[in-house]
């Protein structure tokens, strides 16, 4: 199998990155794409107590096995299925899946570190940054975390505050500049997501 075209997408807590990301992949026929997430390579922490949990950090590379998420896209390089537990965030409301990820063409690479971790960011062909102004992100984190995750309000701020945020500015902000398309998604407005998906898609398809 020829190297796949590699698509990294990053963004801030709460740009909307989830919602262009399946609106991209609608773009696609299941056998021209395939998506491989950071998240679903969280070292688990379900073995914590509650306390534990609500002061450790995800939001740091080394929570991330970076050795398994490198050697899976490389699988995939070669042409190989990856077969990976789909990660559910601690929510014990939730029944972790087990993700098949099968070799395509185009290959999108997402999480907060793809462009931080250099063996990954090397291997990128195009770079996408989302991104939304503090207020914006924070409401829709709020949103996600308190009813889609079943999280505290008060654990939800106190990682935003000292985790979340210190983290985007340290492993995300400096890439932001050489990214190859930098989306701006502060108004909810799913046209603005539709179009630059639209866009890059067209762009991607074979004639």
């Not at 709460?14 to 998240?39: A, C, E, N, V």
């Not at 990954?120 to 949103?143: G, H, K, P, Q």
Request: charged residues 30%; contains cysteine; hydrophobic residues 35%.
């Amino acid at each position: 199998m020829n190297k796949p075209y590699v698509i990294g997408i990053a963004g801030s807590s709460g740009s909307g990155k989830t919602f262009f990301l399946k609106r991209f992949l609608d773009h696609f026929r299941p056998d021209q794409i395939t998506l491989i997430s950071q998240d679903d390579y969280y070292i688990p922490a379900n073995t914590k107590t509650k306390e534990e949990n609500r002061l450790y950090n995800f939001d740091l590379p080394s929570a991330i096995n970076r050795k398994s998420f490198f050697h899976d896209i490389k699988q995939l390089f070669s042409g190989h299925t990856v077969y990976r537990k789909e990660y559910t965030f601690n929510n014990p409301r939730t029944i972790p899946k087990m993700l098949e990820i099968k070799p395509a063409p185009i290959l999108v690479v997402e999480g907060l570190f793809i462009f931080h971790y250099e063996e990954v960011n090397e291997l990128l062909d195009y770079r996408i940054f989302l991104d939304a102004a503090e207020s914006v992100a924070l409401e829709r984190r709020l949103r996600r975390d308190l009813i889609e995750r079943g999280y505290d309000h008060d654990d939800v701020i106190y990682k935003w505050v000292n985790h979340v945020i210190p983290a985007y500015e340290q492993y995300l902000v400096p890439f932001k500049s050489k990214c190859d398309l930098v989306i701006i998604n502060n108004a909810n407005d799913p046209k603005i997501i539709d179009d630059a998906a639209r866009e890059i898609s067209t762009g991607l398809k074979p004639a």
